[in-house]
């Protein structure tokens, strides 16, 4: 069975029980801690991928790591090593994340800007640009590149709109060869 699948149904179970229990954004943010944890910590993937502990060890560390998440990701987590897939705590939290970003109406959104944004600022850029993607909310990762030169370069999954004046220089300089 293909990774990308076994993380959708754990993903989609864990969705259900997050939406029953009215625990949706307790649950995204403990599943970004965890996405953040496994997927750059390198001592924690040596430890799940090691042949030399038990699964009863593996789980403990995972216990231990992870005691402030909810119950309902914990133990997520433990039946993850109980069934060998340990591999798929990233992608499990990717898919979760990707599924209860869906339900409450958010999309994810990279904000290129020549400096960081003020957060009255990105509320303005979400309230705007949800909108024109047909969602509530945005979720803006800000990044600052100077050599924008001025505005601001936005992507919103598959979609760009380049405002910065880099893109239009651009722009007109293709228009004037052409």
Same mark, same amino acid.
């Given at each position: 069975?293909?990774?990308?699948?076994?993380?959708?149904?754990?993903?989609?179970?864990?969705?259900?029980?997050?939406?029953?229990?009215?625990?949706?954004?307790?649950?995204?943010?403990?599943?970004?801690?965890?996405?953040?944890?496994?997927?750059?910590?390198?001592?924690?993937?040596?430890?799940?991928?090691? !042949?030399?502990?038990?699964?009863?060890?593996?789980?403990?560390?995972?216990?231990?790591?992870?005691?402030?998440?909810?119950?309902?990701?914990?133990?997520?987590?433990?039946?993850?090593?109980?069934?060998?897939?340990?591999?798929?705590?990233?992608?499990?939290?990717?898919?979760?994340?990707?599924?209860?970003?869906?339900?409450?109406?958010?999309?994810?959104?990279?904000?290129?800007?020549?400096?960081?944004? !003020?957060?009255?600022?990105?509320?303005?850029?979400?309230?705007?640009?949800?909108?024109?993607?047909?969602?509530?909310? =945005?979720?803006?990762?800000?990044?600052?590149?100077?050599?924008? =030169?001025?505005?601001?370069?936005?992507?919103?999954?598959?979609?760009?709109?380049?405002? !910065? =004046?880099?893109?239009?220089?651009?722009? =007109?300089?293709?228009?004037?060869?052409?």
């Amino acid at each position: 069975m293909s990774g990308s699948i076994v993380a959708k149904r754990y993903a989609l179970a864990l969705l259900q029980i997050a939406k029953e229990q009215q625990l949706l954004k307790e649950m995204v943010e403990d599943l970004r801690v965890v996405k953040e944890v496994a997927g750059y910590t390198p001592e924690l993937k040596a430890v799940l991928h090691s !042949s030399k502990l038990t699964k009863e060890e593996k789980k403990a560390v995972l216990t231990q790591g992870f005691a402030s998440v909810n119950a309902y990701v914990l133990n997520t987590l433990l039946l993850l090593v109980d069934l060998h897939r340990e591999d798929y705590i990233v992608e499990v939290a990717d898919e979760f994340l990707a599924l209860a970003n869906e339900a409450m109406g958010v999309a994810e959104a990279a904000v290129t800007s020549t400096r960081a944004l !003020s957060d009255a600022e990105r509320e303005a850029i979400s309230a705007v640009f949800a909108a024109k993607v047909g969602k509530k909310t =945005l979720n803006i990762k800000n990044f600052v590149d100077s050599d924008l =030169l001025g505005g601001l370069k936005l992507r919103i999954g598959n979609r760009i709109y380049d405002g !910065s =004046l880099r893109g239009k220089l651009d722009r =007109l300089e293709r228009k004037m060869l052409s």
